[in-house]
């Protein structure tokens, strides 16, 4: 059975502070991991998908890396703006019974402090 | 462009009772999903429609339920509802291929 599990469950950093948040998953052949950010009382929101171990994303202050077990996503010099949950989820290939599914971990709740 | 739109964005119901939830995708994605969001959980799998046709369905009752209409957009239905199924309920929608999904807002259910 597919599993994603993040840590920390929380993270307060102070403004400039860099750090990273991990995602450990198992999966029956990788289609696809992702990363999205969701702030209090919205949906995800898309950040990065990558494909293969060895694989690198970056976005302003973030970055995404991929090996065969998990996945981290670096923050760096952070501001309070970045505060949010950060959720990974992976996706299997195809099967008949849940399609293209995206398995979520719980997520980071990241605060970044002035 | 419009995002992935939901309504109604909160909702408060009573045990029992029997919720709509609508969804209109992104202009041009075909394929939407349905996920619910338990408070400090992440997003968990319901249904994905592609083409109105369900292409996947999640670990949930036959109590859930959901169509995909020729414009695309999508509709869940949730029957004798129980105080276990307040959450947010999120659809997103994607386009071609690999392509992420794209959520929108939610609908905060609350089942008293």
């Known amino acids: 059975e597919d599993q994603v599990t993040q840590s920390p469950e929380a993270l307060r950093l102070q403004e400039g502070e860099s750090s990273s948040l991990n995602c450990s998953y198992t999966?029956?052949?990788?289609?696809?991991l992702f990363w999205y950010r969701q702030d209090p009382g919205k949906g995800p929101e898309f950040l990065f998908t990558?494909?293969?171990a060895g694989e690198e994303k970056e976005k302003e202050r973030l970055k995404a890396t991929l090996t065969k077990k998990e996945s981290f996503l670096h923050i760096t010099a952070p501001k309070p703006e970045d505060s949010a949950t950060y959720l990974c989820a992976v996706q299997a290939p195809w099967n008949s019974n849940s399609g293209y599914a995206l398995n979520f971990g719980k997520g980071t709740s990241l605060l970044v402090t002035p | 462009d419009a995002g992935v739109t939901q309504s109604p964005t909160h909702l408060i119901k009573t045990r029992g009772q029997h919720v709509t939830l609508r969804c209109s995708p992104i202009?041009?994605?075909?394929?939407v999903s349905w996920y619910q969001q338990v408070l400090g959980q992440g997003p968990q799998f319901i249904f994905q429609y592609y083409e109105k046709e369900e292409r996947g369905r999640g670990n949930f009752p036959d109590r859930f339920s959901a169509r995909q209409f020729p414009n695309y957009s999508s509709e869940l239905n949730v029957n004798a509802l129980l105080l276990g199924d307040s959450a947010l309920y999120l659809c997103?929608?994607?386009?071609?291929?690999?392509?992420?999904?794209?959520f929108g807002n939610g609908t905060r259910l609350t089942v008293t």
């Open positions: 997103a929608s994607s386009g071609r291929g690999n392509s992420p999904l794209h």
């Open positions: 202009s041009g994605h075909k394929s």
């Open positions: 990558l494909y293969s």
């Open positions: 999966v029956s052949g990788l289609r696809g």
